[in-house]
Structure formats: structure tokens, C-alpha cells
């Protein structure tokens, strides 16, 4: 092999690489952005401490293409925070915190959290409960 295709076969190769970038799925970097903005749109103050996918799966349903994250996030409450749950009818910040029950959380205290964020396929990538597509 000549230089020349070596050149032509590596370039080749990362622009098929590049090609495939948009049809990742969300992983953790992407689903902590995500909880994180939809916390801060609820008027939660806090901080996540970890956040790890712990299951994923992909759904087809009438061309409707979703995807489904599972995580396991610690999230710090460095004000406090008073979750009033049992007056949450809609999916809002307690659904995202993995209550379901009225909690008063203390200065610090870190709250380990599990649910689910939900990503529909469009052309501009994985569009998330936060509105942005990644």
C-alpha cells in the first residue's frame, strides 16, 4: 500500500467514524445534563453528586422512535429542600427525584435517586423531558 492510499483509507476510515457520532444513545454524561436542567427548570436547588446509567432500552412504537434511561443519581440539597410530592399530579420534580411521598431534606443532605428520562429520536439527535437535543 503507497503512502497515498494509506492517506486516502485513514481518512476514509475517520470519516466514516465521524459519520456514525449522531446515532449514540444517551449515556451518563448526557442523562445528568439532562436531570440537571430539569431540577433547575422545577425550581430545585441542588447538586448532582453521581449519576450512572443503570439500564437503557430502545422502543419503536407507530415510526416513533424512543429511548428509555434507567440511572441511579445522588443528588445534594446544599440550601435544604422541602419536596411536596403528594401535591405533584404531573411528571415534575418528585417523579425526577424518585419520591413519590412529601420529604423535607436538610442542609447537605444527599439524596440517593432513581428513575427513568425518556429521549425521542428526531433530526436533530435525541431530544430529551429538558426540550434539547443532544
Known amino acids: 500500500m503507497t503512502a497515498h492510499h494509506l492517506r486516502l483509507f485513514v481518512g476514509l476510515g475517520a470519516a466514516l467514524a465521524l459519520s456514525g457520532c449522531g446515532d449514540h444513545k444517551p449515556g451518563d454524561a448526557t442523562g445528568a445534563k439532562v436531570l440537571r436542567n430539569i431540577l433547575e427548570k422545577n425550581g430545585v436547588d441542588a447538586k448532582i453528586v453521581s449519576f450512572k446509567k443503570v439500564n437503557a432500552r430502545e422502543v419503536t412504537h407507530d ?32 417523579a425526577f427525584l ?9 442542609k447537605s443532605e444527599v439524596h440517593t435517586s432513581e428513575g427513568t428520562l425518556h429521549f425521542v429520536k428526531t433530526e436533530k439527535g435525541w431530544m430529551a423531558e429538558d426540550n434539547n437535543a443532544y
Open 98 to 106: 424518585g419520591l413519590d411521598e412529601d420529604r423535607t431534606f436538610a
Open 63 to 94: 415510526k416513533l422512535n424512543a429511548f428509555e434511561l434507567m440511572y441511579e443519581a445522588e443528588i445534594q440539597f446544599p440550601e435544604g429542600f422541602e419536596a411536596k410530592c403528594r401535591e405533584e399530579h404531573e411528571r415534575g420534580k418528585c
